[in-house]
Every structure is written in C-alpha cells, then in structure tokens.
C-alpha cells in the first residue's frame, strides 16, 4: 500500500495547481469587474455580487493554501494557538462567505427572471437592487460571527484532546468533547444546508417559470427575449446545481471524517473542495457575455 506521507506530498501538489489555477480565475473576475467599475463609475447588482464572490474566493483560496503550506513544511508554526486560530478562522470565513454569497448569486437571478404573479415575489423583484447591499452586508457579518464562534469551539475541542489524558474524569472530559464537537457540526451543517437549500428553490422556481412561460408562448411561433433569458439563466443555476449538490455532499463527507486521522478520502475531499472556487468560477464567466467577452479579449494578451 501506498504510504500517507506519499499521498500528502501528492495532495500537496495537485491543491497546489488547483489553488493557483482558482485564484488566476477569481482573479481575473475581479479585474474585469474593476474595469468596468472605473469605467461606469457604478456597478448593478448582478456585478457586485461577483465582485465579493471573486474577492472571497480568492482569501479563501489563499488562507487554505497557507494552512496546508504551513502544515506539510512548517508544522511546528502551528503549534502556535494564535497564529492556527487565525488562520482557520479567515479560512472558515471566507468559505462560509463563499458559499453564501454563491447562494445570493443564483437567489438573485431566480428573482430577476422568473415571472409570477404572487404579491411578496412582485415585492422582492421591485427591490432586490436595494434589497442585494444589504443582503451581501449581512451575509458577511454572520459568516464572520459563525466563523468566529466554530474556530473558538475547534480550539476548545483540541485543547481537551491535549489535556485529556491527564484529567482524573475521563467521561467528564468525553461528554465536553462530545458537546463542542456537536454544536461545531451543527453549525457547518446549517451554513452548508441553507445555502444548498437556496440554489435548489433557485433551479426549481426557475424551471417552473420558464415551463409556464414556454406553455403561454405555444400560440406564437416567435422567440421572445424574457425565452431566451431564462433558458440562460436556466443553463446557469443547473450548472451551479450540479456543482453545488456534488460540493454539498463533499462537505457534509468533511464533517463525518473531521474526527478522523488523515487517511486518502479526506485527501480527495481536500482536493475537491480546493478545485470548486475556480471551477464555478469558471462557469460563471461563461454564462455572462461581458466576462466571456473579456475572456477572450484577455487571451491574445496572455499568450503574447
């Protein structure tokens, strides 16, 4: 059998890549949409919740690579409670940023397409504009506050791990491990379910729509632009569905083997959860014109 030490090394290399490649995309996201802000002096909606998506993207990606840099080089840096407090509290953040603010990106293009009749969507699609600055504001402070609050409980729970053996009360000592960790599962759980939830009532509402809408457009024989914008917007958010279930069940994997020692499964959830940010990020520059556009404007430059 293959020795872990070998496939960490391996692990190392291939997070890596896909951290780089991750980052050179949001990284790109970011810049055309910084063009753009300079230039229009404003940005819509649509743009600012890509904007904070590349930008936590990218820390994220950033904070990860640093934690396992620092864990496979320099492990004794860790050992440090500050500086490993640190680190996994900004990566737990940005992560928790990241998936939420994912979750608005497809919320908001359900709200924005999607054609009903009921009073509270007619509501919600006349002031999401207003509605998104507050939306992204308050996703962020609760992923901070959650982030904060589960970092404490990790160090909590691996503080009793060292100090175990010498208490004189070991099921004591059990029972307090066995509350954080249920309370630290507990809370990953509700971030990953509540924005899993989103994107799924995103693609469901979305689908509903555009087959209602499709019903109602049989009698004439014209394509329609609010057609074509759905099915746009349909090849989106599905995508994202896809993407977003695959991710969802690598997390909910994180938190079963999160107890475990390192072993081959955890490694590859490690790399797939690394490969997500840019992967989406990806399909996302796709599925918009303008950042396809500069996609390929960007292309001759980068290989000259």
């Known amino acids: 059998p293959i020795c872990i030490s070998t496939i960490k090394c391996m692990s190392y290399d291939s997070v890596t890549l896909k951290v780089f490649v991750g980052m050179w995309i949001n990284a790109f996201l970011v810049c055309v949409l910084c063009i753009a802000w300079v230039q229009k002096k404003t940005l819509n909606s649509n743009e600012k919740i890509l904007l904070l998506l590349g930008c936590s993207r990218i820390w994220y990606l950033c904070f990860t690579w640093i934690y396992r840099f620092l864990s496979m080089i320099y492990p004794h840096i860790l050992h440090v409670q500050t500086i490993r407090q640190l680190i996994r509290s900004l990566a737990t953040f940005f992560n928790y940023s990241n998936l939420w603010v994912s979750a608005c990106l497809c919320g908001f293009y359900c709200i924005k397409i999607a054609n009903f009749r009921n009073s509270f969507f007619i509501y919600l699609k006349v002031n999401v504009d207003r509605m998104v600055p507050w939306l992204l504001l308050g996703s962020e402070i609760v992923a901070l506050a959650i982030s904060i609050f589960i970092s404490d409980l990790s160090e909590t729970h691996q503080r009793n791990n060292i100090t175990s053996t010498s208490q004189g009360n070991f099921w004591e000592v059990t029972i307090r491990k066995d509350k954080h960790l249920f309370s630290t599962f507990l809370l990953s759980g509700f971030v990953f379910a509540a924005s899993f939830l ?8 979305l689908l509903f729509s555009l087959w209602r809408h499709k019903r109602t457009m049989q ?12 099915i746009r917007a349909m090849k989106s958010v599905l995508s994202f569905l896809v993407m977003y279930s695959i ?55 980068y290989l000259c």
């Open 247 to 301: 991710n969802f069940v690598c997390l909910v994997l994180t938190i079963i083997y999160a107890t475990k020692k390192e072993n081959i499964m955890k490694l590859l959830l490690y790399m797939y959860l690394c490969a997500f940010p840019g992967v989406h990020s990806l399909t996302v520059i796709f599925s918009n014109p303008k950042l396809e556009k500069g996609l390929m404007w960007a292309e001759p430059l």
């Open 198 to 205: 989103v994107v799924i009532f995103s693609a469901v509402f």
């Open 219 to 230: 009698t004439t024989s014209m394509k329609d632009l609010s057609m074509d914008a759905h």
